[in-house]
């Protein structure tokens, strides 16, 4: 099946943004595996390994690349918007596409928690279970206003080009600045300024503005400032977030983050041309499309794993707990992400048919519908990332938070028509 999808793929689709999105994916996943060190004592527990471990603060350079994804996307929603198409149907299918696997994950999230109280599991480990698995929806809820805004976005970038995320690295810089001077809520407004300026440049990426030769300034400009705004400056190393810092980068995204993200950019229209051509070959490719049909279950239940893992390897006494960073330790690292896979494989098979490529047509509904379903939905994302771990009868999750996100997919999907299969961007 696979390698039936990979022979039809058009010729004018665009391979490696497909790898680097992939790719992306793949290196946050692994990542947080890593950054996890669960501890047993009585009780499950865990660290950080930024926490445990400082120096490996430095690695989260190569495994922070969620800007990546964010390139991507600007990337493939700059190619998706064709002309002729209404800008209502097209938000609905890019939202919807987003929507229906992680509806299902958040539906599944809750009712386990409700069963686990029932059965007399305890609240604080249903809360802190429920807020572990649901940690990956803060990209979302990042992620969902750049498909809204693309139209207008995408307008400003054929009138203004790259001025356009040159304004906005301003814009962040100001808002550091007003971290840095404790103005209340000052760096709000980067956590979306920061990734509209990554999802732009995917913009630039898509038109040709951001050929290969741009490359190699791009990749020297981005580390010269993530090296001088780490060292000299007063932004911290660790690109994720780190438990008890003072200040993240992550947290509201700073222009440290950015810098990196000019300097990933800079790598990724480097490899364009030899990338498209080396995949062109059948066995990469198709790995690609076995990669991109499960991605966002793959994403969204990756934590999942983590918590089920953890409650069946730890208090069983499976699994050794040897000091962190003693040898044994890291020679655990491996069996660890295996077991891991190995949960995540079973959790794909039972979810990632939701991903399944459909191309709904949409009802004629009045556009105050799509405002509220796409407003309720973004709401609720947000409330979940806040949430935090503390216990929310009875579903482990705000009440509110669970309304508001049903009633806005109920929204959206009421404007649904007869689906039509087929695979799309």
């Given amino acids: 099946m696979l390698r039936r999808l990979a022979e039809r793929t058009p010729p004018q689709r665009d391979r490696w943004v497909d790898l680097v999105r992939a790719v ?37 350079w190569a495994f922070q690349v969620m800007p990546v994804f964010f390139l991507a996307g600007g990337f493939a929603n700059a190619a998706s918007l064709k002309p002729g198409v209404p800008r209502r149907d097209w938000l609905l299918g890019r939202a919807d596409r987003l929507l229906r696997p992680t509806t299902l994950f958040i539906a599944v999230i809750a009712a386990s928690a409700a069963v686990a109280r029932a059965l007399g599991a305890e609240p604080d480990l249903i809360g802190t279970a429920v807020w572990l698995a649901t940690i990956p929806l803060w990209f979302l809820a990042a992620y969902l206003p750049m498909i809204v805004l693309t139209p207008v976005m995408h307008a400003l970038h054929r009138r203004w080009g790259l001025a356009v995320p040159a304004v906005l690295l ?52 981005g580390l010269a400032g993530l090296v001088l705004l780490t060292t000299a400056g007063p932004y911290p190393v660790s690109m994720v977030a780190e438990p008890g810092a003072q200040m993240q980068n992550t947290a509201p995204p700073s222009l440290a983050l950015l810098s990196l993200a000019i300097a990933q950019t800079g790598l990724v229209v480097l490899l364009h041309d030899r990338g498209n051509r080396w995949l062109q070959r059948p066995r990469p490719w198709t790995a690609v499309v076995a990669v991109s049909t499960v991605i966002l279950t793959l994403f969204l239940w990756h934590m999942t794993a983590v918590v089920i893992a953890a409650a069946a390897l730890y208090p069983t006494g499976v699994f050794p707990q040897p000091p962190i960073g003693t040898s044994e330790w890291y020679a655990l690292r491996a069996p660890w992400v295996a077991c891991l896979l190995a949960v995540l494989g079973v959790l794909l098979a039972l979810f990632a048919r939701a991903e399944r490529p459909a191309r709904p ?37 705000p009440a509110w938070v669970l309304a508001t996100y049903l009633t806005g997919a109920a929204a959206l999907h009421l404007q649904r028509a007869r689906p039509v299969r087929g695979r799309a961007r």
């Avoid at 808002?175 to 630039?204: K, S």
């Avoid at 405002?371 to 216990?391: R, Y």
Wanted: neutral net charge; glycine residues 12%; hydrophobic residues 55%.
């Fill in 24 to 60: 992306a994916i793949v290196l946050v996943v692994i990542g947080h595996w890593l950054a996890v060190v669960v501890t047993y004592d009585g009780g499950l527990g865990g660290e950080h390994v930024l926490t445990a471990l400082p120096w490996t603060r430095w690695l989260s």
């Fill in 170 to 221: 301003v814009l962040v810089a100001a808002g550091d600045a007003a971290v840095f001077a404790d103005v209340p809520h000052g760096g709000t407004a980067n956590y979306l300024l920061m990734w509209l300026a990554v999802h732009q440049l995917g913009f630039a990426w898509h038109d040709g503005r951001l050929p290969a030769r741009t490359g190699p300034p791009l990749i020297a400009a």
């Fill in 361 to 397: 047509s949409w009802r004629k509904a009045p556009t105050a519908l799509t405002v509220i379903g796409v407003a309720c939905v973004q709401a609720a994302l947000i409330g979940i990332a806040l949430a935090g771990p503390d216990f929310h009868a009875p579903a482990a999750l």
